[in-house]
């Protein structure tokens, strides 16, 4: 007998735990020939603004050994695009289509989330307050506790779909963030972004990234986000999304038992297109190997 993956955010069903992360999963159709969509618990999309942006100048990427650094500065083809040429396709699939958005003030944050709210085919919404690599008024919001309560009352009381608010670890204490948002209505929270970093270059004594400084992922910062992810499942009631250098099943697992409720493969697919259902294989094996037929068992069960 197979185990039971399935898992909730309020009424919305995934079908097992593992999901995409924002901004490394293109709009899920880039991956499409390589994984089957079908089999995700559900598809992030790169973050949406309501109009077209360039993004960062370049260089945005750089390698580091355990990792990489970014700083796209949120490049994406605006909303009405995507509704228009990516999500009549999205649509096909037999997954949950979650949207990242943002905007540079609180009023932009609004008037996308209710073109989201309304457009058939979005499962869920999740905010983005914690990109690094963007300066803008909205950054604030992921680091200041009044901001964020503010933004995060003002778009939950405009909208119906689950909202899940994408923290920042650029703060002293991320579990409080996590509880202004649940006080304030999200229906779940994601964790953690990317870490401020940097890279320069000796001979020319200049950053090898444009905007001198991007966000690090990969394996590097995953001691960091399990941390984070077990300090806030800790502190609040609403599901945990935990990511951060989640290469593997026993990656994922670590943050499920840490208390995510759903885990976010990100950097890992551009090394590995198909880690998302090797992890989602792993987890199963796992559990039938541990006798555990539900993977709520294992939700948050670290032995402290």
Request: glycine share 8%; hydrophobic share 40%.
């Amino acid at each position: 007998m197979k185990p039971n993956l399935k898992v909730k955010i309020r009424d919305l069903e995934f079908k097992n735990p593992v999901i995409t992360a924002s901004g490394t999963f293109g709009y899920g159709l880039e991956y499409s020939q390589f994984v089957d969509l079908n089999r995700l618990g559900g598809i992030v999309v790169k973050g949406l603004s309501l109009y077209p942006k360039e993004g960062n100048p370049p260089p945005r990427i750089y390698e580091t050994p355990c990792g990489m650094i970014n700083s796209i500065g949120l490049q994406n083809i605006g909303y009405e695009v995507f509704i228009k040429e990516k999500l009549p396709v999205l649509k096909k699939f037999d997954t949950n289509v979650i949207v990242n958005f943002f905007g540079e003030n609180l009023s932009e944050y609004i008037e996308i989330a209710l073109k989201l709210d309304s457009t058939d085919g979005i499962h869920a919404l999740e905010m983005n307050v914690s990109c690094p690599n963007k300066n803008s008024e909205w950054r604030q919001m992921g680091i200041d506790p009044k901001l964020l309560a503010q933004a995060v009352k003002e778009v939950r009381k405009r909208i119906s779909k689950p909202l899940i608010i994408k923290l920042s670890p650029q703060v002293t204490d991320i579990s409080l963030m996590a509880k202004i948002c649940e006080e304030e209505g999200a229906d779940a929270v994601s964790l953690i972004n990317t870490i401020p970093a940097m890279v320069i270059d000796i001979k020319t004594r200049r950053s090898l990234i444009g905007t001198l400084t991007g966000g690090l992922s990969g394996p590097a910062i995953r001691p960091v986000a399990l941390r984070a992810v077990w300090e806030v499942a800790k502190a609040v009631n609403i599901p945990v999304i935990g990511m951060g250098g989640i290469t593997s099943a026993e990656d994922a697992l670590q943050f499920i038992i840490a208390g995510a409720t759903l885990v976010a493969v990100g950097t890992a697919n551009f090394i590995n297109p198909i880690t998302t259902i090797e992890v989602i294989e792993g987890i199963e094996k796992f559990l039938v190997e541990e006798t555990i037929e539900d993977i709520k068992e294992l939700i948050g069960k670290l032995n402290e």
